[in-house]
């Protein structure tokens, strides 16, 4: 049961009537809510009702008994256990295979084969999200023991909360347990949620599935049947479509949780408008950028340290950021290259800050030969920008890191050979990244325009949208890219 699905739907309408109807905070609205959560996620399959319920009652009993000890040393003990527990399932469920293949080619490499075989597991979706949301919590009562005090209830809700529980935006506890008892209803909160719904189901279902079926999963799968020009435009393309894919669902989950009065966290801001890689992680996955920011880079030191200790955090913070995604070695590529472009961005703005301004020095008026005009140096860093996060995609959609090469190597081949593209291919990667730079104008407009109309207008006016974007759309839609982490 997804969002894009008639069976979500009805689902979402029942439990809005009763989340409308229940009186916050009553033990009746958290119990139905919680119903909710379990019974969304349990369609998935019952079993990772299991895991979801570990996961949730591991950190709400570290927190717990982190709460309750002034010792510090007692507090790292349960904090640590907390991690290996959450930690372990995380690696059991996502990380085993990887490591089992590990294990089985040093065995092979020294003449040894591997007596053990592999146990068959189904992988629960969305574990990463809920696992480093559930994560969170115990981490903020052990800096901070007065910053939450949450029962066992309050904390299943917020660990299995259905609208992000697949693929975010990551929540943070401070911010989702107090809407719990004080909701935020108004006419403005429901514009923007259904703004966003729209965007989202128009991202998903118009632009991600058209590049996805037409262009994308072909040239992916056999790069080696088309033109150099081709693959090279399935490169863009696929920028465009993880974007519009990502963005999109937590479009709809962020439109969703406003119609119920939660307030959720954005997960994008015209990520592709960036100049450069740091700014391009302020702006995309904001919510996995700014948790591996909090929980793992600055406790790594951060830039207390010394610029060299800054530029291994990075490092090491990019690197376990892609292992985060998966475990295949594509993954620990992409997040190392990224890696090392954001230390390489670091480096020349340390550099740039211990050098004077030579435009201080300058006679008035005189433009340095050196220097790129105003308007010209930021189209071009743009362009850099843009071109090497896509072109570092193409390790994230590629079957493997062999795939990926090939990919590469028709791209550079200048090869004609090969079947072309469609030329619909082109206006849809445009039209995603207008999406970037305008997106804003069209829900400021839509705001604007249902706030001026009456209730059962503004109904057809979102029903006539949605309509025209379901007919845009493709017979089937495929399933969310990040459901798969």
Partial sequence: MH????????FFFLVMILNWTLPRPSLAFKIFLLAA???????LDPRFLLILLAVSLSNWGSARLIARTDSGRVKKAWLGLDLVVNLGLLALFKYLEFFYGLWESLLWSLGFQNPFSLPSMVFPIGISFFTFQGLSYAIDVYRDRDQLAAGPLDVLLFVSFFPTIM???IMRARHFLPQLAKPRYGSAGFHTGFSLILSGLFKKIVIASYLSEHIVREV?????DYSSLAVLAAVYAYSIQIF????????????????????IPENFR??????????????????????????LYIPLGGNKKGPGRKYLNLMITMVLGGLWHGAHWKFIIWGAFHGLGLTLTHVYKDLRSRRP?????????????????????PVLVWVLTFNLVSFLWVFFRAEDTARAWEIFQRVFAGDSLGRGFEVYVIPAVI???????????????????????????QAVVIGLLTIIILRLGPDGVLPFIYFQF
Avoid at 281 to 292: E, F, K, N, P
Avoid at 360 to 377: D, F, T, W, Y
Avoid at 433 to 442: E, I, P, S
Wanted: charged letters at 15%; one cysteine or more.
């Fill in 3 to 10: 969002f894009t699905t008639v069976e979500f739907t009805l």
């Fill in 37 to 43: 959560n379990y019974f969304f996620y349990g369609c």
């Fill in 167 to 169: 693929s975010g935006p």
């Fill in 220 to 224: 992916f799968q056999v790069p080696s």
């Fill in 244 to 263: 519009c894919d990502f963005s999109g669902y937590s479009d709809l989950a962020i439109g969703l949780a406003l119609l119920m009065g939660f307030h």
């Fill in 270 to 295: 015209g990520p592709y408008t960036s100049t450069n890689l740091q700014e391009f992680w302020r702006r995309w996955h904001i919510s996995l950028s700014t948790w591996l920011r909090d929980y």
């Fill in 357 to 377: 301004d030579v435009s201080r020095v300058e006679p008035s008026g005189a433009a340095s030969p050196h220097r790129l005009g105003p308007r010209i140096k």
């Fill in 431 to 457: 039209l995603g990244l207008a999406v970037q730079f305008f997106g804003h104008y069209g829900h400021q407009a839509y705001r604007r325009l249902q706030e001026r109309l009456p209730a059962p207008l």
